[in-house]
């Protein structure tokens, strides 16, 4: 049996833009009732507005998740905005400093990378579990292959994955007899904003682009489209938790 997402609510953190804002619009058409969270307002804003006019229901509330205050406000919003919480996609993420781990990093790098990446993951479930509970329901944490892999030069970034991975993993466990599922997906290169940074806008003759289409299989970087999809998929289906799912276009099948 296949979950029904129509007057459910989800919450998703990082939703200003890229593979967060793609959720929330692609569950809002579901029939969901979604909050849009992240640190941008106007950003924040402008999804709900396109939201809104499709005929979805959202909201957006400003959080910031490394701050344990502010996402329990963020989840008591929700709460009182849509009386429940059925779903939460945890998407809020930073690419951090690159860097060589012998002489490059810093303490200031490695808090800014795991606060959010890690910390802020922590503070969504233990705030996000209890209203779940309370009906059943999913989580889904964003983590990216490097949480698979190494990557010379990004080893904080590749570190706080392989984090959320063992958070996402350990908090199934733990809830798995309480109605709540909690599962990962590990994202190849995603067309999002982030993927800018890393590489580079998209334009012919940006080598950085080219290398890092190539390194997927299927000869390409994934859409936001793409992403979404799997996620969904993990908040639908009733019997899959504890699994951080690959959707990297076969790059860590190499």
């Known amino acids: 049996m296949k979950t029904n997402f129509q007057n459910k609510v989800a919450l998703i953190t990082g939703a200003t833009s890229g593979i967060g804002a793609t959720v929330a619009h692609q569950l809002a058409t579901l029939g969901t009732k979604v909050v849009v969270s992240g640190r941008r307002t106007a950003e924040g804003e402008a999804v709900v507005k396109a939201i809104r006019d499709a005929g979805g229901t959202a909201s957006f509330f400003k959080a910031d998740t490394s701050i344990e205050a502010e996402v329990k406000g963020l989840v008591e919003f929700t709460v009182s905005s849509y009386g429940r919480l059925d779903f939460a996609f945890n998407n809020a993420g930073v690419e951090g400093v690159p860097g060589l781990t012998t002489d490059q990093q810093t303490e200031e790098n490695y808090r800014h990378t795991f606060d959010i990446n890690v910390l ?26 490097a949480g698979q892999v190494g990557m010379p030069g990004f080893g904080l970034y590749v570190a706080s994955k392989h984090a959320v991975n063992g958070l996402t993993r350990s908090a199934a466990l733990e809830v ?8 990962a997906v590990a994202f190849g290169a995603i067309q999002t904003p982030m993927m800018d940074r890393f590489v ?55």
């Open 176 to 183: 798995a007899k309480q109605g709540v599922r909690v599962n």
């Open 120 to 145: 802020g993951v922590l503070f969504s479930m233990k705030h996000e579990i209890p209203e779940i509970r309370k009906n059943g329901g999913a989580i889904v944490n964003t983590s990216s292959v």
């Open 200 to 254: 580079g806008e998209a334009k012919v003759g940006n080598p950085q682009r080219d290398w890092l289409a190539s390194v997927h299989p299927v000869g390409r970087v994934g859409t936001t489209d793409e992403a979404a999809q799997a996620v969904i998929a993990l908040l639908e289906n009733p019997f899959i938790t504890g699994t951080v799912l690959t959707v990297d276009g076969g790059w860590t099948a190499q």
